[in-house]
């Protein structure tokens, strides 16, 4: 069963994770330098700063206990040059040891929420410089090019996030069907064997011991004795009838 991802405000002790794995998206970036320092101690201190600034957040996906990704996003509230509010996805990253397992969705789906709590009516996202998953990602569910960013309406992200939410459940329970019916076939056809039958039979003599090598026994011979060893009683008639 996929581990289920939680999402959640970040804290102080969450910190060092995230710095961590910002500095793995560093590496990954074809412009990492650009992006932020490799130093852990510095990012773990400018981290602590981006959450003071007004309208930032730090959301972070866990998957049973352990950070596995996270968004940095801020609230941009209306301004001289606009008069509606709008959600900012300014990083957005997923360990690579724990993709395809619906933390990006999860992490965009934070963002839809945020953003519809706040009336924003677009959210805008930077992607990872180099990062053509990402962008395929963004493009999926909806974003489009919007100068060197992506945007994509509040209402149309929701949409599609739930439209993939709906085709991963019913692939989820395709697959768990197949899964039971491979298990109950495999528990059919070599489940545990009843021998008592067979022993108590060979305590009775009913079983024949047979001088021939099994090589040249004919299948007819094994036949005639797997029979004797369920009926016990078919044996003892064939004797009786053999002595008469």
Not at 31 to 47: A, K, M, P
Not at 80 to 103: M, N, P, W
């Amino acid at each position: 069963m996929r581990a289920l991802v939680d999402v959640r405000p970040a804290v102080a002790s969450d910190l060092p994770v995230l710095a961590r794995l910002s500095v793995s998206a560093r590496h990954e970036a074809g412009t990492g330098v650009q992006l932020c320092v490799s130093d852990e101690e510095r990012l773990t201190r400018q981290l602590a700063t981006l959450t003071g600034l007004p309208g930032g957040r730090i959301k972070v996906a866990v998957i049973e206990g352990q950070p596995v990704g996270f968004m940095l996003v801020r609230i941009i509230e209306p301004s001289l040059f606009s008069d509606v509010t709008s959600v900012y996805i300014e990083a957005l990253y997923v360990s690579q040891d724990f993709r395809r397992r619906g933390v990006g969705h999860a992490l965009l789906t934070a963002a839809g929420d945020l953003a519809a709590s706040v009336g924003a009516l677009d959210v805008y996202s930077v992607p990872l410089p180099g990062s053509r998953g990402v962008q395929r990602f963004l493009a999926r569910l909806g974003f489009a090019p919007a100068a060197s960013h992506r945007v994509v309406t509040t209402a149309v992200l929701q949409r599609k996030l739930a439209a993939e939410s709906a085709g991963r459940r019913q692939v989820r329970g395709i697959e768990d069907l197949i899964a039971r019916r491979r298990r109950a076939r495999i528990e059919t056809n070599s489940g545990p064997l009843d021998l008592r039958a067979f022993q108590a039979s060979l305590a009775t003599g009913a079983v024949p011991v047979v001088d021939q090598p099994a090589d040249d026994l004919t299948p007819e011979d094994l036949d005639r004795d797997v029979e004797r060893a369920g009926h016990p009683e078919h044996s003892g008639r064939r004797r009786e009838h053999q002595a008469g």
